[in-house]
């Protein structure tokens, strides 16, 4: 069954503008990841954060999360055509059996 | 490092042939995951290892599905017979701490 919901399920933007996108999910979890995925590649990790925190930062990438709300939001900042590409959530309850969400594509344009 | 490392990149078979997925893991992971991607059901996880030793098959779809790791350097994911709704990605990931997975780059099974 699917834990993680990502919305919108599909994103176009300009570049320069900023990118949110969202992850829903049902159960309790220890930690929520997003992961990049070009098309025909593997996925690539891009942030991890835990159940005991609100808000993460790496370079151009800002994660929330709400474990009341169950949710958690990926904000790009400054989008660049070459991040283009589709976004999982993916969460993780007390083992390490990661359920993926559906993934939000997002085509920035040049 | 090179990474995870799969084999084959692409794969076509027809129905009821056995088809055998490998992968190498990136040196000193202790976890090891066999994911499959297709639109219909986005990325499932099928199986994982922990030192080698399966700790949850609860994904692998069916009997004809079967995963081994006889080494913390290699892993194949076995389907026989195949069928059609077979087709899909098929990911490997490894990783340390069983937090930051590192994906191989799939292997594209296609059954006819």
């Known amino acids: 069954s699917q834990q993680g919901e990502e919305d919108p399920q599909a994103l176009s933007i300009q570049e320069g503008e900023n990118a949110t996108m969202n992850c829903s999910y049902k159960?309790?979890?220890?930690?929520l990841q997003w992961y990049r995925q070009n098309s025909g590649r593997g996925l690539v990790h891009l942030i991890l954060i835990r159940s005991n925190e609100r808000e993460k930062h790496s370079g151009r990438l800002r994660v929330t999360l709400d474990t009341s709300k169950k949710s958690s939001s990926l904000l790009i900042t400054a989008s660049r055509a070459a991040d283009t590409a589709s976004y999982f959530c993916a969460t993780a309850s007390g083992t390490y059996k990661y359920i993926f969400g559906t993934g939000t594509r997002l085509k920035v344009l040049a | 490092d090179a990474g995870v490392i799969q084999s084959p990149r692409h794969e076509v078979t027809e129905m009821g042939q056995e088809v055998t997925l490998r992968c190498k893991p990136i040196s000193g992971h202790d976890y090891l995951f066999w994911y499959r991607q297709t639109m219909m059901r986005g990325l499932e996880l099928l199986i994982y290892f922990n030192n080698n030793v399966p700790i949850d098959d609860s994904g692998m779809p069916e009997d004809r599905f079967s995963a081994k790791m006889p080494n913390a350097s290699f892993s194949t994911l076995k389907i026989q017979p195949s069928e059609p709704r077979d087709s899909a990605v098929y990911f490997c990931?490894?990783?340390?701490?069983?937090?930051?997975?590192?994906f191989g780059p799939g292997t594209r099974l296609t059954v006819t």
């Open positions: 159960t309790s979890i220890n930690n």
């Open positions: 990931a490894s990783t340390a701490l069983g937090y930051e997975q590192y």
